[in-house]
């Protein structure tokens, strides 16, 4: 079928939209329809640091509704509402125990711009065109693999949810499932974009006690706040770099004396 795709033909150079072949889904793949999608910072220097072979079409937080599947998908189905997260094969060690976003195929599978099968999906006359983090969001339709396909309510906007399959599962998922926080620790959030302010909502979540978002910007430290920041602080205000570490030592101090201070009664 023919779409609009916004195609990246040369490192260091802006990408433009275009039109684009795609094929249909074949096994365990999905068409999906573009609503919206986030733009990442790993879209933003994929071109820069020839994150994958040009030309392609990038993206890798679409959020659309499913307009095809292909043999073999059971997860989703036609019409349902899904976004898009990160390619994983579903058959290493890693993928077995959960843990798709380190499966033993995960470079490939993002950044070789090809599907599961070796061969792509898109193409220009007799060129073929990668996709990115297996998808290409950047476009009208893309075609994923069925686990990268998520369904979610669709009563929910989907322009709001792109970010959910990139930035925010990586931001949710480093306190989580990584930093795994206990009672008395304190969470310290460097750089407040989607990554930072989705550690900080996981972070709110599960009640740690201070949440300090580190930014330079203003405006982004009041959203921290109104997402679940304790403290911020602007460092671009501070004397000099060494001073953050200090202003988090001030912030934190208190919590560890109170904490002390409960297991004192608890063992009175
Ligand atoms: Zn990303
Ligand atoms: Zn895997």
């Known amino acids: 079928m023919k779409i609009k795709a916004a195609v990246a033909h040369d490192f260091n150079q802006p990408i433009a939209i ?12 999905v068409l999906v329809k573009m609503v919206a999608t986030g733009m990442c910072h790993a879209d933003i220097i994929a071109t820069k640091f020839q994150m994958v072979p040009l030309p ?5 937080e679409g959020a659309g509704i499913v307009e095809k599947i292909g043999p073999g998908v059971t997860n989703v189905a036609v019409g349902d509402h899904v976004i898009l997260t990160v390619a994983s094969c579903g058959e290493c060690d890693l993928c077995l125990s959960g843990h798709p976003a380190e499966c033993r195929r995960v470079n490939e599978l993002n950044f070789g ?6 061969t ?12 990115y983090f297996g998808q290409g969001s950047f476009a009208t339709h893309a075609i994923v693999n069925k686990r990268s396909a ?8 989907l322009k709001w949810y792109g970010p959910l399959g990139c930035g925010f599962n990586t931001g949710a998922g480093a306190v989580m499932n ?4 206990s009672i008395g620790d304190s969470l310290a959030v460097f750089g407040t974009g989607a990554v930072g302010l989705a550690a900080i909502m996981a972070a709110k979540m599960l009640n740690i006690d201070k949440i300090i ?11 921290a706040k109104e997402l679940g920041a304790t403290d911020v602080i602007n460092s671009s205000q501070l004397a000099k770099a060494g001073d953050v ?19 004192l009664v608890l063992v009175w």
């Open 18 to 29: 275009e039109d684009v072949e795609l094929d249909e889904p074949k096994n365990d793949e």
């Open 56 to 60: 392609a079409v990038l993206g890798h």
């Open 113 to 118: 711009g090809a599907y599961q099968d070796g």
């Open 120 to 131: 792509k999906r898109l193409h220009q006359g007799d060129q073929d065109l990668s996709n």
């Open 150 to 157: 998520i369904k979610i309510d669709p009563e929910l906007d």
């Open 178 to 181: 990584v930093f795994k926080p």
């Open 213 to 223: 978002a580190i930014d330079i910007h203003d405006n982004r430290l009041k959203l």
């Open 245 to 263: 570490a200090d202003a988090i030592k001030a912030i934190t101090a208190g919590v560890v004396l109170t904490f002390r201070w409960i297991l």
